[in-house]
């Protein structure tokens, strides 16, 4: 099988689970709650943790006091790379990624014609530095997401051509080890 077949296949399977609704992640706040925490038997201070019988010569009450923490809760929604919901809130690396994808399909079904390997290769680039991008700002990490990053590597591997030195013989250079 050759390079370029198994560059379609990956970038075929790659648009498959781009349209799946599990490739991007979104964090939303969901709300923010109160608790309490009962007291201690030891308290914390400058020092370290001291035993309640020592808070008595403090000018207050730090072990009876419950103390009061807030606690965020957050909701995560999944959509496609080709969903608007993360394009709305600012997160256009899912939709260039999807764009850049469908450009690499296009160069590799056209590349019997011409060669466009380094082409294919900067837009896998593209792609994986978007994908990068976009987890990084925004917190879109997804198992779709890292499987589709790791198929975007390997069509940027199997797009690096290895020059061979071929050497050329013309009758010039024949003459030239003949004297």
């Not at 730090?62 to 600012?90: D, H, K, L, R, W």
Request: hydrophobic share 50%; aromatic share 12%; proline share 5%.
């Amino acid at each position: 099988m050759s390079k370029r077949i198994l560059s379609i296949c990956c970038t075929i399977l790659i648009l498959i689970l781009m349209s799946t609704p599990f490739g991007v992640r979104m964090v939303f706040f969901g709300s923010v709650s109160e608790e309490t925490t009962e007291p201690e038997t030891y308290f914390h201070s400058f020092f370290g943790a001291m035993p309640a019988e020592s808070a008595n010569m403090l000018p207050f009450d730090p072990v009876n006091n419950p103390q009061t923490i807030q606690v965020e809760e957050n909701i995560s929604f999944y959509y496609s790379y080709f969903s608007t919901m993360p394009i709305g809130y600012a997160n256009f690396y899912p939709l260039i990624t999807a764009l850049l994808t469908l450009i690499i399909l296009v160069l590799l079904l056209l590349g019997q014609m011409r060669d466009n390997r380094t082409l294919v290769g900067i837009c896998a680039i593209g792609c994986i530095l978007a994908s990068g991008i976009s987890w990084l700002i925004f917190s879109s990490f997804s198992a779709i997401g890292f499987v589709i990053f790791a198929l975007h590597a390997i069509v940027c591997i199997l797009q690096v051509e290895k020059k061979s030195q071929k050497i050329v013989t013309t009758p010039e250079s024949e003459l030239w080890k003949m004297k």
